[in-house]
């Protein structure tokens, strides 16, 4: 007969996250994918400190110079004789932040909005869905750009732009599973025990939803990293003198034909990082698919 020991150690064995992290774990292209995502991120928080030089701070002995070990700009210089490397690092940063704020913000207030109109149902569901409705309905692209317009192009308000048309999947998301835990026998007691509804869904709906909310966070941050590179690109979201990825695509894009390194490299890294984002995304899916234990 196990002992109690043993028995403590196959159910903690046993358990989802730590069946999660072993699968995970196993999963090459999903751990390649977090050491090289860390590895951008700790380059753009650090690099920019360490280097030489400033984002802002121009060479005029070389401008447009190519990318080169032997010189002091090894990845080049822009038209304006600033160093590509550090401009890509902060430019990071910078997409990398707002990608990272902009989902913390629309992942919370798609869970509250979504579990809430799960689990009241009725005439309260069905206004709020509606609302979502109408928001899909809206041109995305043509309200930030009006947005972004009128409020002007700070760091702030294009998190804010982005946040206002990127919550509605995850509230639909949201209100589905919370269908299906709301007559779970956990819930139905706790009403019988007269708790409240907001203490329910803090205590009980929320905390259930984290597999799936995890994940989807793991796919929206890409999809709000590229937008704000759009917005950039269009000459909508960060301006100058800051930087981001979207602005440096959109100068490189200007003399690709002449200095095609001031395009190829925040491309390249852009790509890169959408790429581990979405690899890290199928990990985690599969990772915590209960269908996998």
């Given at each position: 007969?196990?002992?109690?020991t043993?028995?403590?150690?196959v159910?903690?064995?046993r358990?989802?996250?730590s069946d999660?992290r072993?699968?995970f774990?196993?999963?090459k292209?999903?751990?390649i994918?977090?050491?090289?995502?860390?590895?951008?991120a700790l380059?753009?928080v650090?690099?920019?400190?360490?280097?030489?030089h400033?984002?802002?701070?121009?060479?005029?002995?070389?401008?447009?110079?190519?990318?080169?070990?032997n010189?002091?700009h090894?990845?080049?210089t822009?038209?304006?004789g600033?160093?590509l490397l550090?401009r890509?690092?902060?430019?990071?940063?910078?997409?990398?932040?707002?990608?990272?704020?902009?989902t913390l913000?629309?992942v919370s207030?798609?869970i509250?909005?979504?579990?809430t109109?799960?689990?009241?149902?009725?005439?309260?569901?069905?206004?709020?869905?509606r609302i979502?409705d109408m928001?899909?309905?809206?041109?995305?692209?043509l309200?930030a750009?009006?947005l972004?317009?009128i409020?002007?192009r700070?760091?702030?308000l294009?998190?804010?732009?982005?946040?206002?048309?990127s919550?509605?999947?995850?509230a639909?998301v949201?209100?589905?599973q919370?269908l299906s835990l709301k007559?779970r026998e956990?819930?139905e007691?706790?009403?019988?025990?007269?708790?409240s509804?907001?203490?329910?869904?803090?205590?009980?709906i929320?905390p259930?939803?984290l597999?799936?909310?995890v994940?989807?966070?793991?796919?929206?941050?890409?999809g709000?990293?590229?937008t704000?590179?759009?917005?950039s690109f269009l000459g909508?979201?960060i301006q100058?003198?800051?930087?981001?990825?979207?602005v440096?695509?959109?100068?490189?894009?200007?003399?690709?034909e002449v200095s095609?390194?001031?395009?190829?490299?925040?491309?390249g890294?852009?790509?890169l990082?959408?790429?581990?984002f979405n690899f890290?995304?199928?990990?985690?899916?599969?990772a915590l698919?209960p269908?996998?234990?």
């Amino acid at each position: 007969m196990l002992g109690r020991t043993e028995i403590s150690d196959v159910v903690a064995g046993r358990s989802l996250w730590s069946d999660a992290r072993r699968r995970f774990l196993r999963n090459k292209a999903a751990l390649i994918s977090l050491i090289l995502l860390t590895l951008i991120a700790l380059a753009c928080v650090v690099g920019p400190w360490i280097s030489p030089h400033a984002f802002d701070s121009a060479d005029w002995d070389a401008m447009s110079a190519s990318p080169s070990w032997n010189n002091a700009h090894w990845w080049g210089t822009d038209d304006a004789g600033r160093d590509l490397l550090v401009r890509c690092l902060v430019g990071g940063r910078i997409s990398l932040t707002v990608g990272l704020l902009a989902t913390l913000a629309s992942v919370s207030l798609g869970i509250l909005w979504g579990a809430t109109a799960g689990f009241v149902g009725g005439k309260v569901d069905a206004l709020m869905m509606r609302i979502v409705d109408m928001m899909y309905a809206i041109p995305y692209l043509l309200i930030a750009i009006l947005l972004v317009t009128i409020l002007g192009r700070e760091f702030y308000l294009v998190v804010i732009t982005i946040t206002v048309f990127s919550w509605m999947d995850m509230a639909r998301v949201v209100r589905g599973q919370t269908l299906s835990l709301k007559s779970r026998e956990y819930v139905e007691a706790a009403q019988a025990m007269g708790v409240s509804t907001t203490r329910i869904i803090l205590r009980h709906i929320v905390p259930n939803l984290l597999g799936i909310v995890v994940i989807y966070t793991t796919v929206t941050v890409p999809g709000v990293i590229l937008t704000e590179s759009v917005l950039s690109f269009l000459g909508l979201g960060i301006q100058e003198p800051m930087t981001s990825w979207g602005v440096l695509i959109q100068d490189g894009a200007k003399v690709m034909e002449v200095s095609p390194w001031i395009l190829l490299f925040p491309a390249g890294l852009l790509s890169l990082t959408l790429y581990c984002f979405n690899f890290i995304g199928d990990g985690l899916r599969d990772a915590l698919d209960p269908k996998e234990r």
